[in-house]
């Protein structure tokens, strides 16, 4: 069965990262852009990663261009605008395809594991994908929504919730 440990991810500086590292860990997994409407929800998921970090959550970032030209920067440019305008500290990614024939293999899976509303693809940036620390996708989330309402999710796949109960709670779709 395939996880989120089997993949490999550009950073934002240019790095190869195993997401395998993040084995054992809840992770976030979202696309992100700098020039949408929905761009302060990068406040409420690096709230998130203060709040759950020394308990095992991880976010990561995907700045994504291909919903109406919304991430037109290179990656020095992502990162300074995340920083400057948002104190993000979580991990950030190089710029993906999240749909179509180009879309990273991450992705690619991501969107098979939990489909949304109106089918697999992802329909605007910041849609959020949930994964419990034995790298499984337990939720997916609509662009529109807060950061702040995953809370509860997020708390039911934390590793030590994970380790009280033998294996996390899978929340309902909401997109």
Same mark, same amino acid.
């Given at each position: 069965?395939?996880?989120?440990?089997?993949?490999?991810? /550009?950073? #934002?500086? =240019?790095? +190869? %990262?195993?997401?395998? +590292?993040?084995?054992?860990?809840?992770?976030?997994?979202? @696309?992100?852009?700098?020039?949408?409407?929905?761009?302060?929800?990068?406040?409420? #998921?690096?709230?998130?990663? &203060?709040?759950?970090?020394?308990?095992?959550?991880?976010?990561? $970032?995907?700045? *994504?261009?291909?919903?109406?030209?919304?991430?037109? $920067?290179?990656?020095?440019?992502?990162?300074?605008? *995340? /920083?400057?305008?948002?104190?993000?500290?979580?991990?950030?990614? !190089?710029?993906? &395809?999240? @749909?179509?024939?180009? !879309?990273?293999?991450?992705?690619?899976?991501?969107?098979?594991?939990?489909? =949304? #509303?109106?089918?697999? !693809?992802?329909?605007? @940036?910041?849609?959020?994908?949930?994964?419990?620390?034995? =790298?499984?996708?337990?939720?997916?989330? !609509?662009? /529109?929504?807060?950061? $702040?309402?995953? %809370?509860?999710?997020?708390?039911?796949?934390?590793?030590?919730?994970? +380790?009280? /109960?033998?294996?996390?709670?899978?929340?309902?779709?909401?997109?």
């Amino acid at each position: 069965m395939t996880t989120l440990h089997d993949f490999h991810a /550009t950073t #934002l500086t =240019g790095e +190869d %990262r195993d997401l395998g +590292d993040y084995a054992g860990q809840a992770v976030l997994v979202v @696309n992100t852009a700098s020039r949408c409407g929905l761009t302060p929800q990068y406040q409420g #998921l690096q709230e998130l990663y &203060d709040a759950y970090a020394d308990r095992g959550l991880v976010v990561l $970032g995907f700045p *994504c261009d291909q919903f109406a030209h919304q991430e037109p $920067g290179d990656a020095d440019e992502i990162g300074e605008f *995340c /920083t400057r305008n948002y104190g993000v500290t979580f991990p950030m990614f !190089a710029k993906v &395809d999240v @749909n179509g024939k180009d !879309a990273h293999p991450l992705w690619r899976w991501l969107r098979s594991e939990r489909g =949304g #509303l109106l089918g697999d !693809a992802v329909k605007w @940036n910041f849609t959020k994908f949930l994964v419990d620390p034995q =790298g499984r996708v337990v939720e997916r989330y !609509a662009p /529109t929504t807060a950061p $702040g309402e995953l %809370r509860t999710d997020i708390e039911r796949v934390l590793p030590a919730a994970a +380790d009280a /109960t033998g294996t996390a709670d899978a929340p309902t779709p909401t997109e």
